[in-house]
């Protein structure tokens, strides 16, 4: 099975950085996602690692240690339209993606 | 070039009932994901359909099934739908098996609500 953690909720000041963290622990691991979902509306891709090491693109960075399990998404220079779900996604087994509970995250002024 | 389209976008049914919902993935996109999003959780993986063949599911009961048409769209069916069915089920569709680096593309879902 999978069992990916993140915490529930986040609260971060605009134009702050917030990292938010991921745990996961899962069986034929093939890459990490995160995806961003405004309240009501699709995912959608934010970032993907599969080796470790940091991926940066704009104000937006991942990280992945596959073997502590471990990923974070690092939000840079906060403005108020970042303040949705993100969601860390694993794929894993037959290539299915499986996501955690997401976490929910406030940019307040 | 029109991204995952789902209908309808919103449906409200009986407990007893049954219902199918429709998804139409990215033209040339050979694979499409089912997921239930309840409020306040991550999506839950239901079915994954490549080439017309189910390649992966979840963990849910034998009343959800889905098929994949030869055009590669899908229809997601649950039958004797109960309270705890309400929630937004969301479609995803990928080129291949989601080898990709971006994953999937998800379309916006289609929000149940069982009375």
């Known amino acids: 099975g999978q069992n990916i953690d993140q915490p529930t909720e986040m609260t971060a000041t605009e134009g702050a950085i917030v990292q938010i963290n991921c745990t996961y622990q899962?069986?034929?691991?093939?890459?990490l996602f995160w995806y961003q979902q405004h309240a009501g509306e699709a995912p959608t891709f934010l970032s993907y690692?599969?080796?470790?090491g940091l991926e940066e693109k704009g104000r937006f960075s991942s990280f992945l240690s596959r073997s502590k399990g471990y990923s974070y998404l690092l939000l840079k220079e906060l403005q108020m339209k970042d303040s949705a779900s993100y969601l860390c996604?694993?794929?894993?087994?037959?290539?299915?993606?499986?996501f955690g509970t997401g976490t929910r995250l406030t940019v307040i002024p | 070039d029109a991204g995952v389209t789902q209908s309808p976008t919103h449906l409200i049914k009986t407990r007893g009932q049954h219902v199918t919902l429709r998804c139409s993935p990215i033209?040339?996109?050979?694979?499409v994901s089912w997921y239930q999003q309840v409020l306040g959780q991550g999506p839950q993986f239901i079915f994954q359909?490549?080439?017309?063949?189910?390649?992966g599911r979840g963990n849910f009961p034998d009343r959800f099934s889905a098929r994949q048409f030869p055009n590669y769209s899908s229809e997601l069916n649950v039958n004797a739908l109960l309270l705890g069915d309400s929630a937004l089920y969301l479609c995803?569709?990928?080129?291949?098996?989601?080898?990709?680096?971006?994953?999937?593309?998800f379309g916006s879902g289609t929000r149940l609500t069982v009375v």
């Open positions: 995803a569709s990928s080129s291949a098996l989601g080898l990709e680096s971006y994953g999937y593309t």
């Open positions: 690692n599969v080796l470790d």
């Open positions: 033209s040339g996109h050979k694979s």
């Open positions: 359909y490549y080439e017309k063949e189910e390649r």
């Open positions: 899962t069986s034929g691991f093939n890459g």
């Open positions: 996604a694993v794929r894993a087994g037959a290539n299915n993606l499986f």
